[in-house]
């Protein structure tokens, strides 16, 4: 069985355009944070058979490929790899009934990158976005039960170039691509020590006027040649 993300699909929905923010786009795939993603996970696992919760062998068993080559942590099922699907062909899942190129049960996801052609192209894709674009859920009940402030988002974007074309016209094509992204956002309960730096205090005391956050950025780069090596062999 068998679920298909064509290009079209990936570039019109608005996710952060990595392997884990798609997860919840295939029915019976479980895994990913359970939350909206805003930017790429680090060996994140998924499943099909079970869930993630259960502790079990169900979400190591998961595999992630890139044109049919593994790319997965063995023990684990997910990758420190960044993939890039906004410049992918297709994304495929096989939830069950998979053939012998990965040696587990469980779902596969297969990530076809983009190919140059004979004709010279590229494209660039952007995104930002920052807390003023962001609603709040944060209620007097929350605040009771202990929730001295949210976690909103401080800043997101994404900025992804990419060109393609012939380098020998129907011989050998290149394909590039070049992504800066990143987000910033705020750690719920933390918060910056007062006393930080001060040799006359060694306790922690929070400065509610500083909370604290997190920041991550990814800058990545890749570049693809194919060859047809003869009408019925191509390599890349």
Same mark, same amino acid.
């Given at each position: 069985?068998? /679920?298909v993300l064509t290009?079209?699909?990936? $570039?019109?929905?608005?996710?952060?355009?990595?392997?884990n923010a798609l997860?919840v786009l295939v029915?019976a795939?479980?895994?990913g944070?359970?939350?909206?993603? /805003? !930017?790429?996970?680090?060996s994140?696992t998924?499943?099909?058979?079970?869930?993630l919760?259960?502790?079990?062998?169900a #979400?190591r068993?998961?595999?992630?490929?890139?044109d049919?080559i593994? *790319?997965?942590?063995?023990?684990?099922g997910?990758?420190?790899?960044?993939? +890039?699907? @906004?410049?992918?062909?297709e994304?495929s899942?096989t939830?069950s009934? $998979?053939?012998? &190129?990965?040696e587990s049960g469980?779902?596969?996801m297969n990530?076809?990158p983009?190919?140059?052609?004979n004709?010279?192209?590229?494209? *660039?894709f952007?995104?930002? !976005?920052n807390?003023?674009?962001?609603g709040?859920n944060?209620? +007097? &009940?929350l605040?009771a039960a202990g929730?001295?402030a949210p976690?909103?988002?401080?800043?997101?974007?994404d900025?992804?170039?990419?060109?393609?074309g012939?380098i020998?016209? +129907? @011989?050998?094509?290149?394909?590039? /691509?070049? @992504?800066?992204?990143g987000?910033?956002?705020y750690?719920?309960?933390?918060? &910056?020590?007062?006393?930080a730096g001060?040799?006359n205090?060694w306790?922690?005391?929070?400065?509610?006027n500083?909370?604290?956050?997190?920041?991550?950025t990814?800058?990545?780069a890749?570049?693809r040649? /194919?060859a047809?090596?003869?009408p @019925?062999?191509?390599? #890349?």
């Amino acid at each position: 069985r068998q /679920t298909v993300l064509t290009n079209e699909v990936i $570039s019109a929905i608005p996710t952060v355009g990595s392997y884990n923010a798609l997860l919840v786009l295939v029915p019976a795939i479980f895994g990913g944070q359970q939350d909206v993603s /805003t !930017g790429p996970c680090n060996s994140c696992t998924f499943s099909s058979h079970g869930t993630l919760l259960d502790g079990g062998r169900a #979400n190591r068993e998961a595999r992630l490929l890139v044109d049919g080559i593994s *790319i997965a942590v063995p023990q684990a099922g997910g990758t420190n790899y960044l993939t +890039d699907t @906004r410049n992918a062909q297709e994304v495929s899942f096989t939830t069950s009934g $998979s053939l012998g &190129e990965v040696e587990s049960g469980g779902p596969v996801m297969n990530i076809v990158p983009k190919s140059g052609g004979n004709t010279l192209s590229g494209g *660039i894709f952007a995104t930002w !976005g920052n807390g003023a674009l962001q609603g709040s859920n944060y209620s +007097d &009940e929350l605040k009771a039960a202990g929730l001295t402030a949210p976690n909103p988002l401080i800043k997101a974007y994404d900025v992804n170039n990419s060109a393609g074309g012939p380098i020998s016209r +129907d @011989r050998l094509w290149f394909f590039g /691509t070049l @992504r800066f992204q990143g987000n910033s956002n705020y750690i719920v309960n933390m918060y &910056e020590n007062k006393n930080a730096g001060d040799p006359n205090k060694w306790t922690y005391e929070p400065d509610l006027n500083r909370q604290a956050f997190k920041d991550q950025t990814w800058q990545n780069a890749s570049a693809r040649i /194919t060859a047809q090596l003869s009408p @019925r062999n191509k390599v #890349n």
